[in-house]
């Protein structure tokens, strides 16, 4: 019998995970160095902290007046739930960002918290997104491109790995779908 013991599979696997994870993001985050690129995402990002959200819900409430009160009442409250949710998990996983990992990693937006996992920014886009949309479905067109570029801003500004970005837009969707279940 072998006296040294090997990590257990599913450790092994989890490992090759997170190395190739952190190659993905590396490898984004070279888009970074293009700096029309880097501009747009950084755009992205900055609209993602939430005035892109808030300029999208005063459209609505021009648009729809009256109409627009619930479900934008609504977006405010599944957005405070959405914090709670990863500010809670983000405290607890306490992931590092990509950019205190890996000295290769180029940031030009300052993070809003230390921990990476999942994303805030990306749970809002969904979730914000998928309301707008299932409100104002003519608006398609702006709301998905914007929401898929808060999305890639994440990795691309070095901000996030792939499954912060996964697990956020999963979130922001579970969060989004109880909410227009009760609207």
């Known amino acids: 019998m072998n006296p040294v013991r090997s990590r257990p599979v599913g450790a092994a696997l989890l490992a090759r995970y997170l190395d190739w994870e952190a ?13 029309p690129l880097r501009g747009l995402f950084a755009w992205a990002s900055r609209l993602g902290d939430g005035i892109g959200w808030y300029l999208l819900a005063a ?11 619930l479900p934008m009442g609504a977006m405010l409250v599944s957005a405070a739930v959405g914090v709670m949710l990863y500010s809670a998990i983000k405290r ?14 180029r940031v030009s937006v300052a993070p809003l918290d230390q921990y990476s996992f999942p994303s805030g920014h990306t749970l809002h886009a969904v979730n914000f997104g998928v309301q ?12 998905l491109p914007f929401a898929l570029l808060v999305a890639a801003s994440r990795m691309v500004l070095g901000l996030h790995y792939l ?6 837009a999963g979130m922001g ?11």
């Open 163 to 168: 499954s912060d970005v996964l697990v956020g």
């Open 23 to 35: 190659l993905v993001t590396e490898r984004c985050n070279r888009i970074h160095g293009v700096p």
């Open 132 to 143: 707008l949309v299932a409100f104002q479905p003519s608006l398609v067109w702006l709301v």
């Open 92 to 105: 607890r996983t306490a992931r590092l960002r990509p950019l205190h990992r890996n000295d290769r990693i």
């Open 59 to 69: 459209l609505m409430l021009l648009l729809h007046g009256r109409e627009a009160w």
């Open 173 to 183: 969707a579970v969060i989004a779908i109880a909410c227009l279940s009760f609207v």
